[in-house]
């Protein structure tokens, strides 16, 4: 599985933006798609995942402000009211049916006015 994530960029606080990742070979076996977002020092950390079946999981401090979707092998994240802590490197994750899991290249997302 490869995946290819777009999106990121400089956002002021307060707004929006749109990540979106597409994975490619075995699609057939993930399970889970979604982010995870790591700051310098930091341990990578969960923002959100949604599974085939529709589950979804978001990390505590991007709930009610971030919005995951997903269309088989295509998942986007949708983040409003963006806040200068969740400036990261944004990671496009997906793991497979039978535990492995798949990591994409990092995208920055900076939040600065």
């Known amino acids: 599985v490869q995946l290819q994530a777009f999106g990121g960029g400089l956002v002021q606080p307060g707004g929006s933006l749109r990540l979106s990742c597409a994975a490619s070979?075995?699609?057939?076996?993930?399970?889970?798609m979604g982010w995870y977002r790591q700051v310098p020092g930091k341990q990578r950390e969960l923002v959100a995942t949604r599974t085939t079946g529709g589950s979804t999981l978001y990390g505590d401090s991007v709930k009610g402000r971030f919005t995951i979707s997903r269309d088989n092998a295509k998942v986007a994240l949708q983040m409003n009211s963006l806040k200068p802590e969740d400036t990261a490197v944004y990671y496009c994750?997906?793991?497979?049916?039978?535990?492995?899991?798949?990591w994409g290249k990092g995208t920055l997302v900076t939040v600065s006015s």
């Open positions: 994750y997906a793991m497979r049916y039978d535990g492995l899991d798949y």
């Open positions: 070979g075995s699609i057939q076996s993930i399970k889970t």
